[in-house]
């Protein structure tokens, strides 16, 4: 399913594919008053920015996955330019895509679950790769800090995917990154670097 390739660099390499977001933050105004969520017009504008909603509204289990947390639970999101984002809480993974559509006013969101792990998982450690000819449909690869690979083909699938180990030999992974060619890097924690090329089916 994966092949693997690996080179070692010199350090630890550092990756910035997209916006890691705090869900538990508020966005103030640049006078400080209220949050940028209580504006009526939803944007707001100072010297040399403007600050304004974007994108379709979030799902509802988005929404009840933060509502529900107890404070204690790990919850962060990450967003990638190519419309799609992902949030993590716990093994729960949550796969939507937020860029604005004509279709639907709200995209919706698939439920996967995330390979066992002792640790705790991050938005890092998952990517979604578009599929080739239609950005609305997408796989999914997480990986456990332990080097567990899980890959799912099509993410509307949650029962359909794949299990296989990185072979990381006592390594952590720190990341995942999706590359253009339906490939992903994988980062450990002694800067090797793992290519996983997953085998791209329609269905």
């Given at each position: ?127 979604v790769l578009p599929h080739p ?71």
């Open positions: 399913m994966f092949t693997p390739q690996s080179r070692r660099t010199p350090r630890t390499p550092s990756f910035t594919p997209g916006m890691n977001l705090s869900l538990n933050q508020s966005i103030a105004t640049p006078q400080g008053q209220g949050s940028f969520l209580d504006e009526p017009t939803g944007s707001v504008t100072s010297v040399g920015h403007t600050l304004e909603l974007f994108g379709a509204n979030l799902p509802i289990s988005v929404n009840e996955t933060v509502r529900l947390s107890d404070g204690s639970s790990n919850i962060n999101i990450k967003l990638d330019t190519s419309g799609w984002a992902w949030l993590v809480c716990e093994r729960k993974l949550l796969v939507w895509y937020y860029k604005p559509s004509q279709q639907s006013k709200v995209s919706p969101c698939r439920e996967l679950t995330l390979p066992q792990s002792s640790s705790v998982y991050t938005a890092e450690l998952v990517t000819g239609d950005s609305h449909t997408a796989a999914c690869v997480a990986v456990s800090e332990e080097g567990i690979v899980r890959y799912w083909p099509n993410v509307a699938h949650e029962g359909s995917f794949v299990e296989t180990s990185a072979e990381i030999k006592g390594e952590k992974c720190t990341a995942v990154v999706a590359m253009q060619s339906f490939q992903c890097i994988l980062a450990t924690s002694t800067s090797t670097l793992l290519l996983l090329t997953p085998v791209f089916k329609q269905n």
